[in-house]
T-cell receptor, first 112, second 119 residues
Framework: DAKTTQPPSMDCAEGRAANLPCNHS???????VYWYRQIHSQGPQYIIH???NNETNEMASLIITEDRKSSTLILPHATLRDTAVYYC?????????????FGSGTQLTVLP | GAVVSQHPSRVICKSGTSVKIECRSL??????MFWYRQFPKQSLMLMAT?????????EQGVEKDKFLINHASLTLSTLTVTSAHPEDSSFYIC???????????????FGPGTRLTVL
């Protein structure tokens, strides 16, 4: 699986958009970009994933660069409950029972 | 989204005893489940991959005789920490692989975790 690089921590004001970057310069053509988050002392929660097109769901938006070497997770209106460690993971999917490899993630702190 | 439960959520045991942790997929069947371990202020580390009806696959450095995994049904996998010691104290998290009905990808759903403290 391709390795990802994320900043260790970020702050965001409540109500503002949180933009979390991720570099995955060695990503392969059949690898997806997944985002999970982990609130303290809980299991990880799936947020969103994508292959090459930008994706949006009720939680967030995922912007993937055209060369697929980096991506940005956008939480449009961050709340205090969004404070968590956010993990960007690159992995093969679509029928493959491949495990996810978690890196260090980004600790996002939403400030009141 | 799909729900995965773990039981117990928290357990304290004496050194030398064995502890069993259950992971259940509540509203879907999972032929594959994963077990992770997370030490304080660290990321999740995969311990093993559990496949229904077959032996688990352990990651390098994980003792299969110490961490017994049984995946006897499509909705239940168990992790037994045998002869637990204080260094086994950790946050154990399971996940179950589900195929989404809306696309072809396999999505992993995580349990809430089990906090094990060995005295």
């Amino acid at each position: 699986d391709a390795k990802t690089t994320q900043p260790p921590s970020m702050d965001c004001a409540e109500g503002r958009a949180a933009n979390l970057p991720c570099n995955h310069s060695t990503i392969s053509g059949n690898e997806y970009v997944y985002w999970y988050r982990q609130i303290h002392s809980q299991g990880p929660q799936y947020i969103i994933h994508g292959l090459k097109n930008n994706e949006t769901n009720e939680m967030a938006s995922l912007i993937i660069t055209e060369d697929r070497k980096s991506s940005t997770l956008i939480l449009p209106h961050a709340t205090l409950r969004d404070t968590a460690v956010y993990y960007c993971i690159v992995a093969i999917s679509s029928g493959s029972a491949r495990q996810l490899t978690f890196g260090s993630g980004t600790q996002l702190t939403v400030l009141p | 989204g799909a729900v995965v439960s773990q039981h117990p959520s928290r357990v304290i045991c004496k050194s030398g005893t064995s502890v069993k942790i259950e992971c259940r997929s509540l509203d879907f069947q999972a032929t594959t489940m994963f077990w992770y371990r997370q030490f304080p202020k660290q990321s999740l580390m995969l311990m093993a991959t559990s496949n229904e009806g077959s032996k688990a696959t352990y990651e390098q450095g994980v003792e299969k005789d110490k961490f017994l995994i049984n995946h006897a049904s499509l909705t239940l996998s168990t992790l037994t920490v045998t002869s637990a010691h204080p260094e086994d104290s950790s946050f154990y998290i399971c996940s179950a692989l589900a195929t989404s009905g809306r696309s072809s990808y396999n999505e992993q759903f995580f349990g809430p975790g089990t906090r094990l403290t060995v005295l």
